[in-house]
């Protein structure tokens, strides 16, 4: 059974501070997805990381891809309320039918402060 | 283009009742696959479906099922409802063999509650 460890679970920090969400696993991945969902709403894809030690950056927000592919992190520079939600980091399975299964990991919940 | 949408929003039902969950996924996209997400807990892989098949299932008992239709919407059905089966129902659908990697779509979720 793959399983994601993401931590912390809970962050409540001031707007302009800066933020890491990791997201651990002993399995290996073929690629690492990680989604925002709001209140009332499914999850929407932020980026997809393929390759071991791949880093992708979307504004604020820096992902990386551990070397091994078991493990990532989210980063996000000088936090806004808008980046209030829920954060989720999903492992895609190496072949067959496991790509179309993800496992998501339990979820980071974030509030910013103005 | 519309999203994927899923129907109802909300349903409350009581313990060994059955439910029907609806899916239109995204057009064009012949892979749908549901999720379950508790309250303060990640989404969990129910079943995948791709040309009418379940393709691919978690760790569910059979009494949660499913139909994909020749125009890729989906239903999931759950049998004998718990307590523990409230949750957000999650459809999301993609493009391509299930196979590929290409990006899932989410629709909004089915809110249920057993009482």
């Known amino acids: 059974t793959q399983l994601l460890e993401q931590s912390p679970q809970f962050l409540s920090i001031q707007e302009g501070e800066n933020l890491t969400v990791y997201c651990n696993s002993s399995?290996?991945?073929?690629?690492l997805q990680w989604y925002r969902q709001e209140p009332g709403e499914g999850p929407v894809l932020l980026v997809t990381?393929?390759?071991?030690?791949e880093v992708k950056k979307l504004k604020r927000l820096t992902f990386q891809f551990g070397d091994a592919r078991k493990d990532s992190s989210l980063h996000i520079t000088a936090a806004q309320p808008g980046d209030t939600g829920l954060y989720l980091c999903?492992?895609?399975?190496?072949?067959?039918?496991?790509?179309?299964?993800?496992?998501f990991g339990q979820g980071t919940i974030l509030t910013v402060h103005p | 283009e519309t999203g994927v949408t899923q129907s109802p929003t909300h349903l409350i039902k009581t313990r060994g009742q059955q439910v029907t969950l609806r899916c239109s996924s995204q057009?064009?996209?012949?892979?749908v696959s549901w999720y379950q997400q508790a309250l303060g807990q990640g989404p969990q892989f129910i079943f995948q479906?791709?040309?009418?098949?379940?393709?691919g299932r978690g760790n569910f008992p059979p009494r949660f099922s499913g139909l994909q239709f020749p125009n890729y919407s989906s239903e999931l059905n759950v049998n004998a409802l718990e307590l523990d089966d409230s949750a957000l129902y999650l459809c999301?659908?993609?493009?391509?063999?299930?196979?590929?990697?290409?990006?899932?779509?989410f629709g909004e979720g089915s809110r249920l509650t057993v009482l």
């Open positions: 999301a659908s993609r493009l391509g063999q299930p196979t590929n990697t290409g990006e899932l779509f």
């Open positions: 399995s290996v991945f073929s690629s």
């Open positions: 990381v393929v390759t071991g030690g």
């Open positions: 999903a492992g895609a399975g190496a072949g067959g039918t496991s790509y179309g299964k993800l496992t």
């Open positions: 057009s064009g996209h012949n892979t």
């Open positions: 479906y791709y040309r009418e098949e379940e393709n």
